[in-house]
């Protein structure tokens, strides 16, 4: 569940189920909202789990795991993928560097699964690996005015420049880690790490004081991303090939062996992979799974789909076969067939483009 599910009720939040958490979906007014956070700044509780990795050789374990390089320099970070022998992403993962110990960031419901394999792989390596999902509270402030957010209120830094790096400071009396993101929701970014006893005044601080936020919930998130034309965990990488889904800046081509990696180079060495997500503007909202279509010839499915606020219009992940045709691509809805022209993505350009942007 959400670190502070009743300060969230008291902003008039309805609730949903996300990784076996119950977790704020949206506060009312979900298109004025999303709107607020396109112009100026807003605020919503991230819903990661969170792993803990000691010990001295924490570096090397992690990095020989996963499929990019693990940073080790304190205040550093990236994002990475564990793969399964086929290639297929079983989870993506921001690793952090956080002095003596590495702090990882999963989609919920990730971390117990991944804690318990590596804890049983560990033989002789000085490493310690722990759950902490419930130690900390994590608020992504996304915005054009993010920046200037996070100026009002952080004391004793400056906020960080370089995407995945972060500072130590403070917000009111509480001690705060403040990270530059990815750009998921295509706006500047940041997110804000806390004690879970410190969070419900974290987040009053980043929602009411200096710069006004607007509290945002779990579908704005998702609209914002898919305008962004940003791919997520759930929907559009869980079990496919990195290559396929195009996030190329979760791998490092050059670093040794880990498991899927022979995959994964073998795809990169034929030049193309088979399929490739794009973005779709279909004339009706269809469902994630909806079959997409090139005159009779079924060439993919949806992952996603959304009204967009911005746009005012339906917009739609696509991964389609890789040589799929420009145009004539239609996708069912309703069980009839409507248009969808395929376009370029982000959807919606802000103050910052997401890196995980797909890129072939």
């Known amino acids: 569940m959400t670190v502070i599910e009743s300060v969230h009720e008291d902003h008039g939040a309805t609730f949903g189920g996300r990784g076996g958490r119950r977790v704020p979906v949206e506060y009312g007014r979900p298109n004025r909202t999303h709107r607020a ?49 086929q290639g297929g992403i079983e989870t993506d993962i921001y690793v952090y560097n ?152 979760a791998l490092d081509f050059d670093k040794g062996c880990y498991v899927g990696q022979e995959v994964v180079s073998r795809v990169e060495n034929r030049g193309r992979p088979s399929k490739r997500l794009v973005g779709l503007r279909p004339d009706a909202v269809p469902d994630a799974g909806a079959a997409v279509f090139a005159g009779d010839e079924a060439v993919g499915e949806v992952t996603r789909a959304v009204e967009s606020p911005m746009l005012d219009e339906p917009i739609a992940f696509g991964l389609v076969d890789f040589d799929a045709p420009a145009d004539g691509l239609t996708v069912r809805v309703g069980g009839e067939e409507v248009p969808a022209q395929r376009t370029a993505l982000p959807f919606v350009e802000g103050s910052d483009r997401s890196a995980r942007l797909p890129t072939y």
């Open 37 to 85: 956070v396109r112009n100026v700044v807003g605020v919503t509780e991230m819903q990661y789990g969170i792993v803990v990795v000691t010990g001295d050789d924490r570096v090397d374990y992690v990095d020989n795991a996963v499929s990019n390089d693990v940073p080790s320099t304190d205040g550093e970070g990236i994002y990475a993928l564990l793969l399964d022998p």
């Open 98 to 249: 956080a002095n003596d110990r590495l702090l990882l960031f999963t989609p919920p419901g990730r971390a117990e699964p991944l804690a318990a394999d590596w804890s049983e792989k560990v033989f002789i390596e000085d490493v310690e690996i722990s759950v902490a999902t419930d130690e900390f509270g994590v608020f992504g402030v996304h915005g054009p005015k993010a920046t200037e957010k996070i100026a009002s209120v952080l004391n004793g830094a400056a906020s960080p420049d370089e995407q995945l790096s972060f500072v130590r400071g403070s917000m009111g009396d509480e001690g705060v880690t403040v990270v530059r993101t990815d750009g998921l929701a295509g706006e500047e970014g940041f997110e804000v790490v806390c004690a879970a006893a410190d969070a419900a005044d974290v987040f009053d601080t980043l929602v009411n004081h200096g710069l006004n936020a607007a509290p945002f919930g779990l579908h704005t998130w998702e609209a914002l991303t898919l305008e962004a034309g940003t791919p997520l965990f759930d929907t559009e990488l869980k079990g496919r090939i990195p290559n396929v889904v195009g996030i190329r800046n």
